[in-house]
Nanobody, 113 residues
Framework: VQLQASGGGLVQAGGSLRLSCVVS????????MAWYRQAPGKQRELVAD???????NYADPVKGRFTISRDNAKNTVYLLMNSLKPEDTAVYYC????????WGKGTLVTVSS
């Protein structure tokens, strides 16, 4: 399984970004997928997840600001991030929600104040 995240960048506080993650080598449509992030000096944390049926869950710090979605036809999971804050600065990764596979390189999101 390969995970290719993209869409990160530098944005001012209050701005938006949309991350994408293409998953290959797996039966994507049945996978419970998630976005994670790792800020400098901190452990990786779960940001949001989405089941094969489209049900979603969010970590408290991002509720109401982030939206996770998926396109099974494109083997892609998305993360729309609105009202970004400097504390959202991190490398963002996608992976399975349970039974994670080898992590990809992630995509860096930097939010300036």
């Amino acid at each position: 399984v390969q995970l290719q995240a993209s869409g990160g960048g530098l944005v001012q506080a209050g701005g938006s970004l949309r991350l994408s993650c293409v998953v290959s080598g797996s039966r994507f449509s049945i996978n419970h997928m998630a976005w994670y992030r790792q800020a400098p000096g901190k452990q990786r944390e779960l940001v949001a997840d989405i089941t094969s049926g489209g049900s979603t869950n969010y970590a408290d710090p991002v509720k109401g600001r982030f939206t996770i979605s998926r396109d099974n036809a494109k083997n892609t999971v998305y993360l729309l991030m609105n009202s970004l804050k400097p504390e959202d600065t991190a490398v963002y990764y996608c992976n399975k929600r349970y039974g994670t596979v080898t992590w990809g390189k992630g995509t860096l999101v930097t939010v300036s104040s």
